[in-house]
């Protein structure tokens, strides 16, 4: 069984009344484009700008999942990098959405379809940027589907069926990297599919800096620091960092707040910082917390 993806980048048509030239109408509608178009053009700038700050994987996920969400809004990022011919794919995740992004990347690469299907319709609109609405009827043209996994279901659940799809490839037209944003249904436009492509290079940029970093390290930090912490202090962190209260926590984990508030404080302990928000900023700088 196979769930057939419908690529487009048509808007649907749209009713509107003539404005006409000169009238107060016209003058407040030029007013208003103008801003929005100075405020876009000010966030492309910054966020190319917060891409050259990128140097390690949280820098990519603070980056992706905040400001990069002002140009494109998504609830999942899954980057993609093509290794070989035919490529073998290495995933990661990233989403404020999910506490558990990284069970998406691997459910990407488990479904041996899709990854495939997304770089063959990439690579039939010539490299140009492809929305997806996974699960509608394809256009009779196409014969890209993507099979029914769990990676597909976990989009449905998500609520994020439409993806926005575009990457990088070399001189010989073969891709190196793809970025998948799933985004809500009616969230990825034309304008978004532009806006991708405008910050593909950067984007693959900064997430190849976050993998030579990743080899470079020697691992002995995140070692010492995550056998400081139990699996339930881990747990609790991740849960922390998501900004869940000692009450929430309880309530997702069956324990009690009380509970809760004893693994806080020797967590703060081990860690040796004073509050949560210490304690996450030095889980990431040590890298016991991977976002």
């Not at 966020?47 to 992706?64: G, I, Q």
């Not at 319709?121 to 256009?139: F, H, K, L, S, T």
């Not at 991708?196 to 070692?223: F, I, M, N, Y």
């Amino acid at each position: 069984m196979t769930t057939a993806l419908s690529s487009t980048l048509s808007p649907a048509d749209t009713a509107q009344a003539p404005i006409l030239p000169g009238s107060a109408e016209a003058k407040t509608t030029d007013a208003r484009s103008a801003a929005t178009d100075f405020l876009q053009i000010e966030s492309i700038v910054l966020n190319l700008d917060a891409s050259l700050r990128v140097h390690a994987r949280a820098h990519f996920f603070s980056w992706t999942q905040g400001l990069l969400q002002s140009l494109i809004r998504h609830e999942l990022l899954i980057c993609t990098l093509c290794l070989g011919k035919p490529p073998a794919f290495r995933a990661d995740g990233f989403s404020m959405t999910t506490p558990e992004p990284n069970l998406f990347s691997d459910m990407f690469l488990r479904d041996t379809a899709v990854a495939p299907a997304l770089l063959k319709a990439w690579e039939e609109r010539r490299y140009q940027p492809v929305i997806i609405d996974v699960g509608q009827n394809p256009p009779a043209a196409s014969t890209t589907t993507l099979g029914s996994g769990g990676f597909t279901r976990e989009l449905e659940r998500l609520g994020a069926t439409q993806l926005l799809v575009h990457g990088i490839h070399d001189a010989e037209g073969r891709a190196t990297s793809l970025f998948t944003f799933a985004c809500r249904p009616g969230s990825a436009s034309q304008r978004q599919a532009y806006l991708v492509q405008l910050l593909a290079p950067s984007l693959h940029a900064a997430w190849v800096r976050t993998q030579l970093t990743k080899r470079a390290e020697t691992g002995g930090d995140k070692a010492a620091g995550g056998s400081v912490l139990t699996v339930r202090e881990m747990e609790i962190l991740k849960w922390i960092y998501l900004g869940k209260s000692n009450f929430e926590i309880g309530a997702i984990l069956k324990i009690s707040p009380l509970t809760v508030k004893n693994h806080v404080q020797k967590i703060l302990r081990k860690l040796n910082v004073v509050n949560r928000t210490q304690a996450i900023g030095k889980s990431l700088e040590l890298r016991i917390l991977n976002p």
